[in-house]
Structures are given as C-alpha cells and as structure tokens.
C-alpha cells in the first residue's frame, strides 16, 4: 500500500490551522515512524513519533490488563496542555497537540472528523 504523506500533510495542516488551540499534530506507525507532521518549532518529529509510538504501547497494555477492550484514544493532560493519540486504523495514529485552554468537546469532534479523512486516504 503506497501512503501518500503529501495528501496527509495537508490534511494535518488544515486541521491544526483551522482548529482553535491546537498546537500541533502527527500521523505516526505504531512503530514511531512520522507519515506526516506539523508540529511546533523545536519538537523533533522522530522523537515525538517515537514517544507517540511508546505510548500506544504501552495505552494497548494497560486497556489489555485492566480489561478495558480495545484502545481507542490515549489522552494526557499536563499543566501546559493536552496531548491526544487517536488510532487511524491498524497501521497509523494521530496525535494532536493542544493548548489547556482547548474545548475538549470540540477538539474531539474535530479530530474525529479528521480522522475520518486521514482513513480515507490511507485506505
């Protein structure tokens, strides 16, 4: 299956400039390779997907052990703000990156909308 990172990117870009509070956004494998990115300026993309792939990981554990079912979103919060792992399917995630200011009702329609879109192409 040939990914097409460029229809990816744009699609990331439209969300993170088009919704409210977000800071940045990621398609990543579960392996913690970047598909596309549009994060702030001094994350690096293969660190974050590497630790967005770490923490699938480990949500996947946790769900198994505590007999949660399967996984469908991994969410942290801190005092500077939000990060949100959301699976596109078997083989990507998306993880949004949000100010704590975010409207977490409408952040999660947003990112269900644009997973909606990121699975288009990927499929």
Request: contains cysteine; glycine residues 10%.
């Amino acid at each position: 299956m040939a990914i097409n990172a460029e229809k990816l990117g744009m699609i990331i870009k439209d969300f993170a400039s088009a919704t409210s509070d977000v800071e940045g956004a990621a398609v990543v494998t579960p392996d913690g390779l970047p598909l596309a990115t549009t994060l702030p300026s001094g994350m690096d993309d293969e660190r974050v997907s590497a630790m967005s792939a770490a923490m699938l990981s480990l949500g996947e554990r946790i769900g198994k052990e505590l007999v949660r079912g399967t996984i469908d979103r991994i969410y942290v919060e801190g005092d500077q703000g939000l990060s949100i792992l959301t699976s596109c399917g078997e083989d990507t995630v998306f993880l949004v990156l949000a100010t704590k200011a975010a409207k977490q009702g409408l952040l999660m329609l947003e990112i269900k909308r644009t997973v909606g879109e990121l699975q288009m192409v990927l499929s």
